[in-house]
């Protein structure tokens, strides 16, 4: 970690190590609207944040050319908070949510873009699609007929390990299913993986976005 540098340090150096085709999402959970504008002034326009409550105080109070997006699990009930301004949501798991997203999508005449997360990591995670899962929800009529919300990529997190073997394994299976997916739903553009700890795989293994957290912003403190 680089906790030291200044956040426009940081940025500037995830950057400048990053592919042109890569988009840097800023995971700025946790902390101060100070911290964001920060990066918003060093040229971040992309911010990922893992709870509804806090991304809508977030955006209220920063400029409104922010692309916000939702990286953490997402009930359906509250859905409705954020619709009116929420870019991409990365963590959509059921046919359930996107119907959720996309009543409250044409509610506010907007479009909203969804990923699918698929479940890759071996330990026990609560969220996720399987592959199956993945491929019967896309090919699904129902989603078909669905308005105002767009499935344009897929999502995964690693096993948190230090274990690059397995983690390759890991992005690597889910780059295929995108692979696979791309086929028949040319709509699908982003593959959304790798964190701090794991973006260089990630990158390696076919990454289109990544989201990094405290590898801009410094450790998080969940103490108060
Ligand atoms: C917190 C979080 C990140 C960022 O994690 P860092 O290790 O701080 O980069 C990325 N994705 C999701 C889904 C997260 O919850």
């Not at 997203?101 to 969804?114: E, F, M, V």
């Amino acid at each position: 970690m680089h906790l030291m540098n200044s956040i426009d340090e940081n940025l500037k150096r995830i950057q400048n190590s990053i592919p042109k085709g890569v988009t840097l999402v800023a995971v700025s959970k946790t902390k101060p609207v100070s911290d964001l504008l920060e990066a918003y002034n060093a040229g971040q326009r992309i911010f990922g944040e893992n709870k509804i409550q806090e991304m809508t105080q977030k955006w209220e109070e920063l400029p409104k050319d922010i692309s916000w997006h939702m990286i953490g699990h997402v009930q359906t009930n509250k859905v409705k908070y954020m619709a009116t301004f929420v870019d991409t949501i990365h963590a959509v798991d059921s046919l359930k949510l996107l119907k959720e997203i996309s009543k409250q999508a044409i509610r506010n005449d907007r479009t909203i873009n969804c990923f699918l997360q698929i479940k890759i990591a071996e330990e026990e995670s609560k969220f996720g699609l399987s592959e199956t899962d993945a491929i019967n929800l896309l090919n699904s009529e129902e989603v078909a007929l669905l308005k105002n919300v767009k499935i344009t990529g897929l999502m995964g997190m690693a096993t948190f390990t230090d274990n690059k073997e397995q983690i390759k394994k890991e992005f690597k299976s889910i780059q295929s299913l995108f692979k696979k997916l791309k086929v028949d739903h040319p709509i699908l553009k982003s593959l959304s993986i790798g964190m701090s700890g794991d973006y260089q795989v990630a990158i390696d293994c076919g990454s289109t976005m990544i989201r990094i957290g405290s590898s801009i912003f410094g450790e998080r403190d969940y103490s108060h």
